[in-house]
């Protein structure tokens, strides 16, 4: 199975913040282990919509260093509805369609960006 963290880099509390995640709950416990994260930090329902850890920006960075694929919002979307069993074929397909959109689109320009060892989103 797969660790991932995703792009979505919210500004909270004075820091960036991400999400760690996998549809296996004891490789993302291990993988958090790892991290030097505690598992009592681990947000699961009914406190949080899906299972996840919360991490600052250099968890992300170093989550990134030991194996942890970069998720998209699509992939964090897949995984979050098929942990929540929402995963429908009508998400499935619109998942798609915007997979196929941002292929032809290519990158967004709106990437978090390494400003002095932090990250920040353009604008912001």
Same mark, same amino acid.
């Not at 995640?21 to 930090?41: I, K, N, P, Q, V």
């Given at each position: 199975?797969?660790?991932?963290?995703?792009?979505?880099?919210?500004?909270? &509390?004075?820091?960036?913040? /991400?999400?760690?995640?996998? $549809?296996? @709950?004891?490789?993302?416990?291990?993988?958090? %282990?790892? #991290?030097?994260?505690?598992?009592?930090?681990?947000?699961?329902?009914?406190?949080?919509?899906?299972?996840?850890?919360?991490?600052?920006?250099?968890?992300?960075?170093?989550?990134? &260093?030991?194996?942890?694929? /970069?998720?998209?919002?699509? $992939?964090? @979307?897949?995984?979050?509805?098929?942990?929540? %069993?929402? #995963?429908?074929?009508?998400?499935?397909?619109?998942?798609?369609?915007?997979?196929?959109?941002?292929?032809?689109?290519?990158?967004?320009?709106?990437?978090?960006?390494?400003?002095?060892?932090?990250?920040?989103?353009?604008?912001?």
């Amino acid at each position: 199975m797969t660790v991932y963290v995703d792009e979505a880099i919210h500004p909270w &509390r004075g820091r960036l913040w /991400a999400h760690l995640f996998s $549809t296996d @709950l004891d490789e993302l416990h291990a993988f958090a %282990g790892r #991290l030097g994260l505690h598992r009592g930090w681990f947000q699961s329902p009914p406190k949080a919509s899906w299972p996840h850890y919360d991490v600052i920006e250099g968890r992300r960075f170093q989550a990134l &260093r030991l194996g942890a694929v /970069a998720a998209d919002r699509c $992939t964090t @979307l897949e995984v979050a509805w098929s942990l929540q %069993g929402a #995963l429908t074929p009508d998400r499935i397909a619109r998942l798609a369609a915007r997979r196929a959109a941002l292929a032809v689109q290519g990158p967004p320009a709106e990437r978090p960006v390494e400003v002095a060892g932090q990250m920040a989103l353009p604008g912001f």
